[in-house]
């Protein structure tokens, strides 16, 4: 709750020694909170303004608010103008909650004036002439227009105030005893919304991970309800087996006698006509094959993302509880399990430059796993693309892309002398055409090579390379294998 008009009148009373104090230095914590460090006739004094919303308040400060990640435009106006200014006068308007602060600067007077009003407080120095020269935030006022360059306007008097209860005791071994209650009243409320704030920052993309792990986990219970249909395959690749001189080419069915213990059946089998019976009996072998060597890594994967999804609920229990210092031991917990909350990337000052730092110091790829857990990296654009394959891929990684189609590079971590199993390349394989221009076609062509053979002319366009020593795949596209991939990536880290 902010300070009442009488709380604020009894603030200013107690700030008058600092009238002729200087102002040493102005920093802006907030968008709407500021503090002024002063020094006069008894010293240093640290002056707080905040029109923040529910922190509204005015005190002398014995400890500093933290540091924002980037400077307020705000704060480089102030301090032009008001560093090496002298405090003239402290007023607060009469029965309402605004403030004012009088000073003289070289280049004449100024006044900051703090409307300390709750959810609709801002902060605004004014020339000599009442002309708003700056504010902190925009205008939130529908009846007045509290903009640059303007007239100042007070707000209207408000009626007649409620009596209001005292709510602060004095410390009298504090130099400005009020004050110091003040401040100790609004830092357990400052902290309280620092551990909201960070609690919310954790528990959204850790949600958002248990809710990944669980869309994994259905997918991963699809593909092991594959495997009794891969016997069917093997019992029809048997069948053509053992009639194969039955099945005429160009056949799209053909009817095959199969013996069991209630005697024989008939049983028709769908063929393709544009495959010999030799490679209409490997294809179905080969499909079983496929599903049946996948079936023990399906289980462990399966176990290991149901062991992550009840890490990540033990997780989000104890972020709903933790006080504030335990907050960054769980977020590196969080980061481990692949549910951090994305990273900002601190702004300096310096504009573009920084700017295109920032930009070089993100990660270039999106991360994913395959069914058997190995790391799939997927390039963001064309020049995310270029720093995957030329600064990250190492060279004995499987780098793919769609064959002659503008997408994504799509690098597999390898360790040396190891190559991709099965999965692992049709997972990577599916990731390519995905992030193609080839996404949703039933069939694409995929281009496979280790990265040491991926070069880049010179000259040539973001994204654009050569490579030698490929193979190609033509896939056949699963779309229930590229939704459990896009259901477990994973969270990006710098």
């Given at each position: 709750m902010s300070?009442?008009?009488?709380e604020i009148e009894a603030v200013v009373r107690e700030l008058a020694p600092l009238t002729g104090a200087r102002v040493e230095a102005v920093r802006v914590h907030a968008e709407r909170a500021l503090t002024l460090e002063l020094f006069g006739r008894g010293g240093p004094a640290l002056l707080l303004l905040s029109a923040e919303p529910d922190v509204t308040r005015l005190h002398v400060a014995r400890t500093r608010p933290p540091r924002p990640p980037e400077p307020f435009p705000f704060q480089a106006v102030l301090r032009r103008e008001?560093?090496?200014?002298r405090v003239v006068a402290i007023e607060s308007l009469p029965g309402?909650?605004?403030?004012?602060?009088?000073?003289?600067?070289?280049?004449?007077?100024?006044?900051?004036v703090g409307e300390l009003t709750g959810r609709h407080g801002n902060l605004f120095l004014l020339g000599g002439d009442g002309i708003i020269r700056a504010s902190a935030g925009r205008n939130l006022s529908q009846r007045r227009r509290l903009v640059a360059g303007e007239p100042y306007v007070a707000p209207a008097p408000p009626p007649s105030p409620r009596p209001e209860r005292p709510r602060f005791t004095p410390d009298p071994s504090a130099p400005f005893p009020l004050s110091a209650a003040i401040e100790a009243h609004y830092a357990a409320l400052e902290e309280e919304r620092r551990v909201a704030e960070g609690r919310r920052r954790l528990r959204e993309p850790v949600r958002a991970g248990v809710a990944r792990a669980a869309r994994a986990l259905e997918k991963l219970f699809d593909e092991a309800a594959r495997v009794p249909a891969a016997e069917a395959d093997r019992r029809v690749a048997d069948l053509l087996k053992a009639n194969l001189r039955a099945v005429k080419r160009g056949a799209?069915?053909?009817?095959?006698?199969e013996w069991t213990e209630e005697g024989p059946r008939e049983v028709r089998v769908a063929i393709d006509p544009a495959l010999t019976p030799q490679a209409n009996m490997e294809r179905f072998y080969r499909r079983y094959r496929r599903i049946a060597d996948s079936a023990a890594r399906v289980v462990a994967r399966t176990a290991e993302v149901r062991d992550r999804e009840a890490a990540l609920r033990a997780l989000l229990a104890e972020i709903d509880a933790a006080p504030l210092e335990e907050l960054p031991r769980l977020?590196?917990?969080a980061r481990r399990l692949g549910a951090g909350p994305r990273l900002q990337p601190q702004p300096r000052p310096g504009g573009l430059a920084d700017r295109a730092r920032a930009r070089e110091e993100a990660l270039p790829y999106r991360s994913f796993r395959s069914a058997t857990g190995a790391a799939i990296l997927v390039g963001r654009g064309a020049a995310e693309n270029d720093r995957l394959t030329l600064r990250v891929a190492r060279g004995n990684d499987l780098w793919l892309h769609a064959r002659g189609i503008p997408?994504?590079?799509v690098v597999v971590r390898l360790e040396k002398g190891q190559g991709p199993d099965q999965d692992t390349l049709l997972d990577a394989a599916h990731l390519a055409v995905h992030f193609s221009d080839a996404r949703g076609a039933p069939q694409a062509d995929v281009a496979y090579t280790r990265a040491k053979y991926v070069r880049k002319p010179k000259g040539v366009?973001?994204?654009?390379?050569?490579?030698?020593?490929?193979?190609v795949l033509l896939l056949r596209t699963e779309p229930g294998r590229i939704e459990r991939l896009l259901a477990e990536e994973e969270a990006a880290e710098a």
């Open positions: 300070l009442g008009a009488g008001l560093e090496g200014a309402d909650r605004v403030v004012a602060l009088a000073l003289a600067a070289s280049h004449g007077p100024l006044r900051l799209r069915e053909v009817t095959l006698t977020e590196r917990e997408g994504a590079h366009a973001p994204g654009a390379v050569t490579y030698s020593q490929e193979k």
